[in-house]
């Protein structure tokens, strides 16, 4: 199968309407909405550092097209070995179709004639959410995005110089946004810690950080398991 035209892409993901409905996004984005509105005297003392800094962020950490070549992609969860995703992945573009969010982009000639139209994620445009029924998945019929395999994207970490709260101003947006749960908690002290065994680098907590340097950092698996099935 030959790649799929890049003409259809900026029509799909212009379109807001979710193709395949995901009960996890819906409800995350609810719960989004409802903290909002419970919280509106706080949100509306931080909006505006919280917006300024959120475009500072993404304007600093978003994957530029120009440095792709260099970067190891994130791919979708469940993706197996690189050489053996760049392989079989037919470029089919279902995964991106399937995806409620939005999080799923081609990747585009910059990243490299082997790499371009491929799936990836780039969080600070928009993370996984972690769909409890991956759709992304169910949708790949060549099978390199698989749920036998572990779900794990990236690794996460707090960097304490960058995060308002290690810096004792009230932040807690990365753990109450978290939608994995016992990936993130707080210390005694209100301050976020990321915990490895549980987190899948889906990047939510590096998409809402709202500090001027994005304190999450967050890197693709540089390595997957190969599938052997
Ligand atoms: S699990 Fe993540 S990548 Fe897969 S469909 Fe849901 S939001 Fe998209
Ligand atoms: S659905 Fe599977 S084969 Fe198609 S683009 Fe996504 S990862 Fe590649």
New binding site residues.
């Given amino acids: 199968m030959g790649l799929v035209p890049l003409l259809l892409v900026p029509s799909q993901l212009d379109s807001n309407a979710c193709v395949v409905p995901c009960s996890r996004y819906h409800a995350w984005v609810a719960d989004k909405r409802s903290i909002s509105r419970r919280e509106l005297f706080r949100g509306k003392l931080f909006q505006p550092i919280r917006d300024a800094a959120q475009r500072g962020a993404a304007a600093g950490r978003s994957v530029r097209r120009q440095d792709m070549a260099l970067r190891i992609l994130q791919r ?1 969860p469940g ?1 197996v070995a690189e050489g053996q ?1 760049l392989a ?9 179709t399937a995806c409620p969010p939005r999080a799923i982009r081609w990747a585009p000639a910059e990243a490299g004639e082997k790499r371009e139209g ?2 990836y994620i780039d969080p600070m445009r928009q993370a996984c959410v972690m769909c409890s029924e991956t759709p ?1 998945i169910t ?4 099978g ?2 698989r749920t036998e395999l572990p779900l794990t994207m990236a690794t996460a970490r707090v960097d304490a110089i960058a995060c308002l709260a290690w810096q004792g101003q009230p932040c807690r947006l990365c753990v109450d946004q978290c939608p994995v749960p016992g990936a993130i908690d707080v210390d005694e002290a209100d301050r976020p810690h990321i915990h490895a065994e549980a987190c899948t680098g889906c990047g939510v907590c590096m998409q809402v950080c709202p500090a001027p340097r994005n304190a999450i950092d967050h890197q693709p698996l540089p390595s997957r398991p190969f599938w052997h099935g």
Avoid: H, K, Q
């Fill in positions: 979708p993706a995703f079989s992945c037919t470029r089919c573009g279902e995964c991106v491929t799936p992304c949708a790949c019929e060549p390199v995005l």
